[in-house]
């Protein structure tokens, strides 16, 4: 059985305006380099769906769903914060992301797929329930993560963040959830400039100096990431795949490695064994620089389909 590449076109007609650092080609970059690299001919290609207005309600509210429908331009750039705008195809690309989430939910609990890696923009991990942010519209992976536990009735799911920027909107959606366990590693006194002291019992949190190195990463792993999954036993894991803490993307400054991101993913793998069948969903969030965004993922690719 093979996973699942989940992706649209649409996600592509999404921009914010030239020189901005999440831009189409992002998506290009990355099945570019999967396809050279033979990972595409070990996946089964899946186009995803559109999100629907009941799914994203799980997730966000419904007046700011119906705010952000009632927003999209006809024609240029409508800004929703200083750094993410909307363009007429963004809403439509917003939908197609958030969907992806959904559809890799249902695959891999239908056991039609083992894992699942979306490949969407925009991404997802800045929105909170009622607000745009950060280049994010709609929480993709929150939307997927509470369709997995109010549709398919899961009761433990953990979600693994290791974009160099915390994951404020998933804090936001998930935080007090006891099905949701959250597990977060990024670089302090970036953007959105919290996430430092966790909000609720069920956030595990970890703020890492600018120039940590890959020794300091995999110690917060191993000591504080996979004591709490194993303790939690989740039934579902989802990843909020972010690549900007690559030495080479200008966003951050942790200073991973290709080899950083297949070795985590392999922690990630190995407790998806021990707990819940190797279910694994995988959603991209940033990684700006084009090179090492797609190199990164195919490693982390590699490990997450089993052709490591």
């Known amino acids: 059985m093979l996973s699942a590449y989940i992706t649209h076109s649409d996600c592509a007609r999404h921009a914010m305006g030239p020189d901005h650092p999440e831009c189409p080609e992002r998506l290009g970059a990355i099945n570019d380099h999967l396809l050279v690299k033979g990972l595409l001919d070990c996946m089964v290609p899946v186009d995803a769906p559109l999100a629907t207005e009941e799914q994203l309600g799980r997730a966000h509210a419904s ?3 119906r705010e952000l429908f009632a927003a999209s331009p006809t024609e240029g750039l409508h800004p929703v914060d200083p750094d993410t705008h909307m363009n007429p195809h963004t ?6 992301a958030a969907g992806a989430a959904v559809k ?5 609990v239908a056991g039609e797929a083992p894992t699942a890696f979306c490949c969407v923009r925009p991404p997802g991990h ?15 992976v929150a939307v997927g993560i509470r369709h997995a536990l109010d549709v398919h009735g899961l009761q433990r799911v953990a979600l693994i963040d290791f974009d160099v920027h915390h994951g404020n909107g998933s804090e936001d959606i998930f935080r007090g959830d006891e099905r949701v366990l959250m597990c977060s590693i990024f670089e302090k006194g970036l953007y ?16 890492l100096p600018s120039r940590s190195g890959s020794d300091a990463f995999r110690a917060a792993v191993t000591e504080h990431w996979i004591p709490a999954l194993d303790a939690f036993a989740p039934e579902m894991i989802y990843i909020s795949a972010g690549f900007d803490a690559h030495r080479e993307d200008d966003m951050g400054n942790l200073g991973l490695v290709e080899a950083d991101y297949a070795w985590v993913t392999r922690q990630l793998m190995a407790v998806a064994q021990r707990h819940c069948r190797g279910r694994v969903i995988s959603c991209l969030e940033g990684g700006y620089v084009l090179s090492p965004l797609a190199r990164s993922v195919a490693a982390h690719v590699r490990v997450l389909i089993g052709a490591d």
């Open 104 to 108: 890799a939910t249902d695959m891999v």
């Open 126 to 140: 800045h929105a909170e329930r009622e607000a745009a942010m950060g280049f994010c519209f709609f929480n993709n």
């Open 192 to 207: 959105p400039f919290n996430g430092e002291s966790a909000t609720g019992p069920n956030m595990v949190n970890v703020g």
């Open 91 to 96: 809403l439509q690309a917003a939908l197609r």
């Open 63 to 65: 007046l700011y769903v």
